[in-house]
């Protein structure tokens, strides 16, 4: 089952320091784009390395991963302060619809996945992973300590940095969403992240893509462990359509 770590990459840092909600955009890209129909609102992920042009009638829209950085003075030495500039025009606030026209939530990020793209929505006051055709995404399944699947759930972390950025997730917005998809869509299981952390026995187990509890094969340098929420997000009629809101 595909791990969430390697969903985004890295860009696990980026969510977690967020200290209000934002873009968030995949760390191995340097900026995400969608073409963005004017009339229905309609998503459509721009990928590859070529510089990709819209449809007549459709609009682009780009999210940074972050800023070039600025020029550096002289060895030694340091520059003085330029004046405060103006403040800049408030960009438009995005919402995301489903396929009734009602309002989902408000637009964090969009970002690839394997086969499309995911969109992250803040419902309410948490963010959750939906694919454009309103499903709630399986976005990896966690680990288990027993063969069953019925003890805490944790999070893998392949390395320090992405053990730090996980612990970094406890107490945000932000939730991981697993469902079974073989051989349909199933039940969907929400966590949120704590800051405690378990060094990895010899074996360790997870879901599989029909939900059997299966050995875990990877060899992770950490657990984070995760604690499982009563209520979570639901599937939504697609698809899911961005509007001004």
């Not at 027993?146 to 612990?167: K, M, Q, R, W």
Request: net charge positive; glycine share 14%.
């Amino acid at each position: 089952m595909r791990r969430f770590t390697a969903v985004f990459t890295g860009g696990i840092v980026v969510v977690a320091g967020l200290a209000a909600v934002g873009p968030v955009a995949p760390a191995s890209a340097g900026t995400v784009s969608a073409c963005v129909k004017k009339k229905t609102g309609e998503m459509r992920m721009l990928t590859g390395t070529k510089k990709r042009k819209c449809a007549k009638g459709w609009k682009k829209v780009t999210w940074n991963q972050e800023g070039p950085q600025g020029s550096t003075g002289s060895p030694g030495s340091t520059g003085p302060q330029g004046p405060q500039g103006s403040t800049g025009a408030t960009g438009p606030k995005l919402v995301v619809k489903d396929g009734t026209g009602a309002t989902l939530g408000s637009l964090v990020s969009i970002f690839p996945g394997d086969a499309a793209f995911f969109v992250l929505v803040l419902v309410g006051d948490r963010i959750y992973s939906y694919q454009p055709n309103g499903r709630v995404a399986a976005m990896g399944s966690p680990v288990f300590l027993d063969s069953s699947c019925a003890s805490t759930p944790y999070v893998t972390a392949a390395n320090a940095d992405e053990e730090a950025g996980l612990v970094a997730l406890a107490g945000t917005q932000f939730r991981l969403t697993f469902r079974p998809t073989a051989p349909t869509p199933g039940n969907i299981s929400t966590y949120s992240f704590t800051n405690v952390t378990l060094t990895p026995p010899g074996t360790i187990y997870e879901w599989n893509a029909s939900g059997a509890c299966v050995l875990d094969t990877s060899a992770p340098s950490a657990l984070v462990k995760l604690a499982t929420e009563a209520t979570g997000p639901s599937d939504k009629p697609g698809p899911l359509t961005l509007a001004e809101g």
